[in-house]
């Protein structure tokens, strides 16, 4: 779709948060030709070498904004994902990213480093502060400075913890409950996993590794450093989280804890290549029902990002669905619309993102789950299963059944073919003619309503007839 930049009112847009749904939300805004101001608590910096993935559809908006050959520097591009058993290291099956396939799909699945992603989009979050209240009557937001800004929209894009979120949603967008299991981000630099023998393979190979161990699971996959262009490994354990409640912060690094991570439950490799880091950086997670308000009755404010829905961190999708987010209330803040339309475009951005965003939510946590099955008949089917489809897995595209092929990519396919930027233009093709001659929509309102007049006409005259 050719979006056409807003030529008829620029919008002042405020939005609260700047990581990478803030950031790549007001880098598009900017793009569609708004005036935004990005509010950030932090000095704008984040240096983690935490490893996030990039799957097609991410990747797909990526280049489109331009931004292709900068990611190509930073990024690696994945082959295949391997699953492992835990303790013994034997492959179980592994998921092949067929090359026909990525071309069909017309983009790569990236490994990243989020530090190197968020520097991209970042010299656009210039003004810095943090949020302590919202007053979405009047599109204000106050900072912990006293400083009152306002706007036309308010885009809350302020994370797990997020102060728009209640404003929005009410008391029960803080009400949640507490994951089982916490995830530990740890970053190892290859140069120090060189020096052992058994781990050189993970230097070099672009596959995505997942060791699944008893009630926990570590995934694991290559990185680059944006400062050095060195490589690094990007480790994630998702681990019990023993009935203590974990910190929902990206920000706090600790000490290597070996029995926190239960790291007995791998096979010496991991065990090795945990080792060689220092430090680790738990993040807990606050599981939500899906929000049903994303945007304030007043229209003036809108929730993007982890804001919006918090996703389980450390999957596949968070950087993703945040950035569909941006694509999406950018898009449609591209379209010849009026400034008295953005209550429409806000909740038409509602109305697009969140059925997709609820169902990643679901299916995030169930793949988590399904990697970290205690030892027992559910984990053995599951490893056999895994097992059988290893021949067929890595038989080449043309040569697999198709029967597989469906049962194994129908879900990845749904979500890695999806296009935010065509479900705007879908959205817009449908309701833009209305939206942009009112008495078109005023003709088919009285229409309708000349039914519901002679229906009751009708209903009127046999009621008589009755009587
Ligand atoms: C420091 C950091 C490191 C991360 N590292 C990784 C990683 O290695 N791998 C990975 O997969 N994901 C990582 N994430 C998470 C990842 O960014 C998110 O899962 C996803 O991309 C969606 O992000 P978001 O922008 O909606 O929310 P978040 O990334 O949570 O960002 C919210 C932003 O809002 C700011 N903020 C919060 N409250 C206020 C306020 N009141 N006023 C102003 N600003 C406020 C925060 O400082 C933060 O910058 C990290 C997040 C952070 C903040």
Known sequence: MNTPRRTSQMLRFIVVGGSIAGVACAYALQEAGHQVVVLEQGDGRHESHGGLRSPPNMTRLLNHWGLGPAIARVSIKANRFTFMDGKSGEELGPLVLHDKLMKALAADFLYIQHGALHAMFVEFAKNAGKVVSVDPWKGMVITRNGVRLTADVIVGADGYGSVVRPVVVGPEGMKGVLDKRVSVNITVPTDLMRRHEDLVPLTVSPEWSLW?????????????????????????????????????????????????????????????????????????????????????????????????????????????????????????????????????????????????????????????????????????????????????ALLDWDEAEEEYLRETWEEYIDLFAFDAREAVEDWWTKWGPAILRPQMLDSRIESTLGKFESLRLEVDVSREAVA
């Open 212 to 392: 699944l161990g008893h009630d926990c699971a570590t995934h694991g996959l290559l990185t680059v450093n944006p400062d050095t262009s060195e490589r690094e490994y990007a480790v994630v354990m998702h681990v019990p989280t023993d009935g203590k409640p974990a910190q929902e912060s990206w920000a706090r690094s600790q000490p290597l804890d070996e029995k926190f991570l239960k790291l007995d439950r791998f096979e010496p490799r991991v065990q090795k290549l945990v080792r060689l880091a220092r430090t680790m950086t738990p993040t807990g997670y606050t599981i939500y029902e899906p929000f049903d308000n994303w945007v304030h009755e007043s229209g003036r404010v809108v929730l993007i990002g982890e804001a919006a829905h918090p996703l389980m961190p450390n999957g596949s999708h968070n950087s993703a669905m945040s950035i569909e987010d941006a694509m999406t209330l950018s898009t449609l803040f591209s379209l010849p619309a009026t400034k008295s339309h953005t209550p429409l475009l806000l909740s038409a951005y509602e109305e697009l993102r969140q059925p997709r965003c609820a169902a990643t939510q679901a299916s995030e946590l169930r793949k988590r789950d399904f990697v970290c099955m205690p030892l027992g008949p559910e984990q053995q089917a599951r490893d056999d299963g895994l097992r059988n489809t290893r021949i067929r």
